[in-house]
C-alpha cells in the first residue's frame, strides 16, 4: 500500500472558486508529480518537482500551480475554476526518475467537477 | 498521431482464459516499459518493468517487449475475477524523462 494521500477525494464546486487539491507523501520522495486522467485518455503530467521549492510545468498545460515547500507535501491551486478544470488529478511520487525503475506511487486521485 | 497506442476495450474474458493486453508505439528511442494496473476509483499501481527487449516473467504474468515492432505485450494466465481493472502502459526513453501512457485497456473478467 503507497504511503501517499490525497484530498479531497470528491469535490463539486461553481466556477470561479479558489480550490486547493492537497498531497502528502510519507516516504521520504524528493520526486513528486500531479497528472490529469480523463475517461478513456492518457495520463497527462501537469507539474513536477525534483525537491523542496523546485516546481516545473508538465507537457500539457494547465491554469493550475503547485508549491513544494516541504517534502512531503505537493499542494495544486487553481485560481478561479471553470468547467474545462473538471478531471480527475492524481498526485504521485517516486524515488528515482520516471523512467529509472518506473516505480510511481499514485494517490487515490481528486474527482474535481466544476459546475 | 499519438505517441503510444492502445485499445481501450473493454475486453471481456471468461475467468481462466489467457489474456493478452497490447501497445504499439512510435519513437524508436523509448527503452524503458511498464505496465501500471488501475482498479476503479482508484490510483495506477505499477505492475510490471521490462528494460529495452525481451520478456519478464512475475507469476501470472509475463511483459514482452519487441522493439523491431515497437510493440509491447502484458498476458496474463489463469485470469481472476480479481483482474478486472484498466490497464495502462507506458514508456520512458531515458531514466530522466517523463513516462508516455497509453489511453488504457479495460479488462472484465468474467465469473
Known amino acids: 500500500e503507497a504511503d501517499i494521500y490525497q484530498t479531497p477525494r470528491y469535490l463539486v464546486i461553481g466556477t470561479g472558486k479558489k480550490i486547493t487539491l492537497e498531497c502528502s507523501q510519507t516516504m521520504g520522495h524528493d520526486k513528486m508529480y500531479w497528472y490529469q486522467q480523463d475517461p478513456g485518455m492518457e495520463l497527462h503530467l501537469i507539474h513536477y518537482?525534483?525537491?523542496?521549492?523546485?516546481?516545473e510545468k508538465g507537457d500539457l498545460s494547465s491554469e493550475s500551480t503547485v508549491s513544494r515547500i516541504r517534502t512531503e507535501h505537493f499542494p495544486l491551486t487553481l485560481e478561479s475554476a471553470r468547467p474545462s478544470h473538471t478531471s480527475q488529478y492524481l498526485c504521485?511520487?517516486?524515488?528515482?526518475?520516471?523512467?529509472?525503475?518506473?516505480?510511481?506511487?499514485f494517490g487515490e486521485g481528486s474527482r474535481l467537477t466544476v459546475l | 498521431q499519438k505517441e503510444v497506442e492502445q485499445d481501450p476495450g473493454p475486453l471481456s474474458v471468461p475467468e481462466g482464459a489467457i489474456v493478452s493486453l497490447n501497445c504499439t508505439y512510435s519513437?524508436?528511442?523509448?527503452?524503458?516499459f511498464m505496465w501500471y494496473r488501475q482498479y476503479s476509483r482508484k490510483g495506477p499501481e505499477l505492475l510490471m518493468y521490462t528494460y529495452s527487449s525481451g520478456n519478464k516473467e512475475d507469476g501470472r504474468f509475463t511483459a514482452q517487449v519487441d522493439k523491431s515492432s515497437k510493440y509491447i505485450s502484458l498476458f496474463i494466465r489463469d485470469s481472476q475475477p480479481s483482474d478486472s481493472a484498466t490497464y495502462l502502459c507506458?514508456?520512458?526513453?531515458?531514466?530522466?524523462?517523463?513516462?508516455?501512457w497509453g489511453a488504457g485497456t479495460k479488462l472484465i473478467i468474467k465469473p
Open positions: 518537482s525534483y525537491g523542496v521549492n523546485s516546481t
Open positions: 504521485a511520487s517516486s524515488e528515482y526518475g520516471q523512467g529509472a525503475t518506473g516505480e510511481l506511487f
Open positions: 507506458a514508456m520512458s526513453a531515458n531514466s530522466n524523462y517523463q513516462l508516455i
Open positions: 519513437n524508436s528511442a523509448f527503452q524503458y
